[in-house]
């Protein structure tokens, strides 16, 4: 994982800007979910139903 380091944002006060922290984290979970549901789309008909029955032995029904 490549990180890079940036200062950290603080406030007048000197504390860290948890507003910030918290709007950027959730901007970048809106994309991941956005991501998500684009490829979630794109899937064949079938997926869900292989995704839930195959780990249980279930056989393919018609």
């Known amino acids: 994982m490549d990180h890079q380091f ?3 944002r603080t406030r007048p006060d000197g504390s860290i800007d948890t507003a910030y ?3 950027r ?8 979910a956005h991501s998500l ?3 979630a789309a794109a ?6 139903r ?3 029955l195959r780990p249980f032995g ?3 029904t018609a």
Not at 43 to 48: D, E, K, M, S, V
């Open 58 to 60: 279930f056989a393919r």
């Open 21 to 23: 922290y918290i709007a």
């Open 37 to 39: 549901g684009r490829s």
């Open 43 to 48: 899937a064949p008909a079938g997926w869900l």
């Open 50 to 52: 292989r995704l839930i």
């Open 25 to 32: 984290s959730r901007m970048m979970r809106s994309e991941q």
């Open 6 to 8: 940036e200062d950290i």
